[in-house]
């Protein structure tokens, strides 16, 4: 087995510091106790002491190296019987990133296995020395479950990573699980309504969170003194927004495009058929977000490569429209799809949205209601918000975040006048979304906000 | 003013003790009433002195095994007074040592009879004096003692109820055990094997109702083959008390009506909860069938009233009531996380001879609720150690759900089981499945081997046979 050595944090501060000097070499034995380095910051030289035993595989950070952030592996210590060897350059962490990628969207022929539960090693508060391949169990990841649990979560399609446990210290037990059961009658999910899950063995979890070879972060505590902070713990909704959206940031590479909107003629049609709604029983109000998403359903039609899916295999290009909606669950946040978006009308996405959010809100949605989808919609306009960027929520290749619309000055044939304007701005995931193509999808798009009726054609 | 506690727990039997020993773990300022002796019926009258007893009987058994194990005596004989003063003996000290763990635990203990007299206040009555006291919290922790039907009334000389079982001042030669639960036929094997002939009589088909169909079976042929004369589906309608001896019309299912007549009789048919004069129904707590009503935290509906053990029901079981003790100590404690009784894996243990233990379901139970379940068995003769102590009778039976891999229920027959298990209830309660009970590494040579053996059998893959 082998270690990684750390860059130390010679003081709670400390965030780099400079490798003044290597007093062993690749290959060198040590010792508890033996000088490993002298680590400089600007505030003193420190020596940098081995607190394991072995033999130095590699050494990651040259001698004299300055700004190495702490907690950022500087070496690769081999313990007593290793045969693991350890990471070696950037190729072996891009591998990594690979590894992690690949188990999230299961090649066609790989059948989905039974994973392990996803064991990802923490930032140890104040060790030096941290185990490379998370043999302590102790981690923050490791879902406490019973052996029961685990198994009918898994019979029942359950991820019982977004479960709360009411066994002694959180652990997971079987009545959990079976509660969680009753709340998702639904267990094999979404097979209609995402085309995709047919082709591809759906996947049985998500990629380890943490990767072997990237930095892990430190641990907040270590900057402040306990008493001076309310600690909050983190809900399993908070745990997964965490978790995914670490992956999907760290994983997906993201860029973006902005786009302005007139939606003067689209207020105007709203406004319009907003008056004809019926009093009573059958009354609608029509969102200015419902256009947004019947527009969206309609680019994506057109522009099916934005409404995909990356594998390493193939890039799944999906047959529907499946639209999640961000829903502000405040805390948290949840994004239920509106299946199939490009058959129904306003007034059906309307009336959907409307339950989804009122069912996300009373967390009664059921598992296949929020997973997986082609694209989603993030509107923060309520909060005179005017332009933003969201992060794509995997599988989805491509994220709208849709601002305020608000009267602005435009110049037109030369003059300004008053317009009311829209911002949207487009996350796209680069493996799947060139810029061109993502380009091309957002003037689709400008067409059918600006001018609804096209919608018609 | 009347001295005031945080928690006054009614009954110092098993429940009631150990609900006040957890009260005062948890620093509530506890009292305990008790009317006769700490411990009570269990550690009195019930579950230890019987132990005793049985021990006593095993002794006498091994005994008459001498020249098997390479032993000879002669004139082997018992002396009943000493028999039963070593089984007194032994329910003194242990009641002695529950006064000590009230004292360590800084619970007061009050002598009287306790009544329910409005809100949170009780009375306790001692030789005609009253004194009140009020507590925020009452457990009612009274208990249970022996049913009887009218014409079939304990008289405690020629008509016993355990109480008077256990004190018996000469052996009687012959006994009739009315009814088969785990009383009676604790009963039915110390005299039996003292030499006794004894007949029981049970209303249902079977011996041991409560046990697997199969543990039944088993247990009824080996008591059989020990002379024990046993009459199921049958019913004693009258018992003819003599100068000495009782004689008692018995009447089967089928019709077929007999007398017999006995030294004794010892009356098993159930146990009726202690709800008299407590003043249930003036504080408005509701009873039904002779036990209190109460929810999934052994709250009675009337606010800071509580009521656990044989008082609220079966299974009667003093490890039932210390569960539910506990339960109820931790809710007023305010201690996070607490869990209802989960009555499936509450085991138990019947200590005649062989032995028979048991949790969860039954496999006539596990097949009624309609899932598909697998079974597993293994003899007592498959295993060495067994064959090494010269006990190869009996098997242990496990119960499987088939597509989980859930332990749903264990069955055991034979030595020692009743110390067994325990394994399969930890299994129960951590949930473990068949998959983690197969990989357990079982000490060898034991008994318990034959537990993992049950396991891999229900996949058909034991070991040993």
């Not at chain 2, 749903?408 to 983690?436: F, N, P």
């Amino acid at each position: 087995m082998s270690t990684q050595i750390l860059m130390p944090a010679l003081s709670p501060t400390m965030e780099e510091g400079k490798l003044a000097k290597w007093h062993v070499k690749e290959g060198d034995t040590v010792k508890a106790g033996d000088v490993l380095a002298e680590i400089e910051t600007d505030k003193a030289t420190m020596e940098f002491e081995s607190i394991d035993e072995g033999r130095i595989g590699k050494i990651l950070v040259p001698e004299g190296a300055e700004g190495v952030k702490v907690n950022q592996p500087i070496a690769v210590l081999e313990m007593e019987g290793d045969s693991a060897p350890a990471p070696k350059d950037i190729s072996s962490t891009m591998q990594a990133i690979r590894d992690a990628i690949v188990p999230a969207v299961a090649a066609p022929a790989l059948k989905a296995p039974l994973p392990e539960a996803p064991k990802a090693a923490s930032t140890p508060p104040k060790g030096e020395v941290q185990k490379a391949n998370g043999a302590d169990p102790h981690t923050e990841n490791r879902v406490f479950a019973s052996p029961l649990a685990r198994c009918i979560a898994q019979q029942s399609g359950i991820d019982i990573g977004n479960l709360h446990g009411s066994g002694p210290r959180g652990r997971i037990v079987k009545s959990d699980v079976e509660a969680a059961a009753k709340g998702s009658v639904q267990k094999a999910p979404a097979k209609a309504a995402t085309p995709a899950a047919q082709q591809v063995p759906r996947p049985a979890a998500e990629a380890p969170a943490t990767l072997s070879g990237i930095m892990p972060l430190p641990d907040a505590r270590l900057f402040f003194r306990e008493g001076e902070y309310d600690a909050v713990p983190n809900d399993s909704m908070r745990k997964t927004i965490a978790r995914r959206l670490a992956s999907a940031k760290t994983l997906i590479p993201h860029y973006y495009l902005t786009i302005d909107c007139d939606i003067g003629a689209l207020m105007s049609l709203r406004a319009r058929l907003n008056e004809k709604s019926l009093k009573g029983e059958g009354a609608y109000k029509l969102s200015v977000n419902d256009f947004v998403i019947k527009a969206s359903a309609m680019a994506l039609m057109k522009h099916t490569d934005v409404n995909a899916s990356w594998t390493d295999a193939a890039i799944l290009h999906h047959k529907h429209a499946d639209i999640g909606i961000a829903v502000d669950l405040n805390p948290g946040l949840i994004t239920p799809l509106v299946f199939k978006a490009e058959t129904k009308g306003l007034l059906e996405i309307s009336n959907e949205t409307k339950s989804l959010a009122e069912r996300a809100k009373a967390k009664k949605l059921k598992p296949f209601e929020f997973e997986g989808g082609g694209f989603s919609i993030s509107n923060l306009g309520m909060f005179g918000i005017r332009q933003f960027t969201a992060l794509i929520n995997p599988p989805q290749s491509a994220i709208l975040a849709v601002g305020a619309g608000e009267e602005r000055a435009v110049v037109r044939d030369g003059k300004i006048v008053a317009a009311t304007v829209m911002t949207l701005t487009m996350s796209c995931d680069h493996r799947v979304i060139d810029g061109a193509t993502g380009a091309r999808f957002l003037q689709t798009l400008k067409v059918f906000i600006e001018e609804p009726a096209s919608m018609l054609l | 003013m009347a001295e005031s506690f945080d928690v006054i727990v009614v009954g110092g039997g098993p429940g009631g003790y150990v609900c006040a020993i957890r009260c005062g773990q948890l620093g509530l300022k506890t009292a305990v009433v008790e009317r006769e002796n700490l411990g009570g019926i269990c550690l009195n009258w019930g579950c230890i002195p019987t132990k005793a007893l049985l021990r006593s009987s095993e002794i006498w058994h091994l005994m008459h095994r001498l020249d098997e194990f390479g032993f000879s005596a002669d004139n082997i004989k018992f002396d009943l007074t000493k028999i039963v003063e070593r089984s007194r003996k032994v329910a003194a000290q242990l009641s002695n040592g529950v006064k000590g763990l009230m004292k360590k635990h800084k619970v007061a203990v009050i002598d009287g009879e306790a009544k329910l007299k409005g809100k949170g206040t009780i009375s306790v009555v001692k030789n005609g004096q009253t004194t009140e006291y009020s507590a925020k919290n009452i457990v009612l922790a009274t208990g249970a003692r022996a049913r009887e039907f009218r014409g079939l009334e304990a008289d405690g000389n020629l008509i016993w109820t355990y109480r008077h079982a256990m004190v018996p001042k000469e052996f009687p030669k012959s006994l009739l055990v009315v009814g088969s639960g785990a009383i009676g036929i604790e009963f039915a094997s110390f005299y039996r094997t003292l030499g006794a002939d004894v007949t029981v009589v049970e209303v249902l088909d079977r011996v041991l109702p409560v046990e697997d169909a199969e543990i039944s079976a088993a247990a009824q042929k080996a008591f059989q083959k020990q002379g024990m004369v046993i009459k199921t589906a049958t019913t004693v309608e009258k018992l003819q008390k003599g100068a000495s001896n009782v004689t008692a019309t018995l009447k089967a299912k089928d019709g077929k009506v007999e007398t017999i007549t006995v030294d004794r009789v010892v009356l098993a048919v159930g146990i009726v909860g202690n709800v008299e004069n407590i003043g249930l129904e003036q504080a408005g707590i509701k009873v039904e069938k002779t036990h209190v009503v109460v929810n999934q935290w052994c709250e009675t509906g009337v606010p800071g009233v509580y009521a656990i053990g044989d008082l609220t029901g079966p299974p009667w079981l003093a490890h039932k009531a210390m569960h539910e003790g506990v339960i109820v100590a931790e809710r007023i404690g305010g201690v996070k996380g607490v869990h209802p009784l989960d009555t499936s894996k509450i085991p138990g243990c019947t200590y005649c001879w062989p032995q028979v233990a048991s949790v969860g379901m039954t496999e006539a139970k596990a097949r009624e609720t309609g899932r598909k379940i697998k079974v597993g068995k293994f003899p007592f003769i498959g295993n060495g150690k067994a064959i090494a102590l010269g006990e190869v009778e009996g098997f242990i039976k496990t119960v499987f759900d088939a597509d989980t891999g859930e332990l749903l229920g264990a069955h055991m027959i034979g030595a020692e089981v009743t110390e067994l298990i325990q394994g399969y209830g930890i299994a129960r309660t951590l949930e473990g499945t068949d998959a983690d009970l197969q990989t357990v590494i079982f000490p060898h040579p034991t008994l318990s081997e034959m537990m993992h053996e049950a396991v891999l059998a229900a996949d058909g893959r034991p070991l040993h046979i």
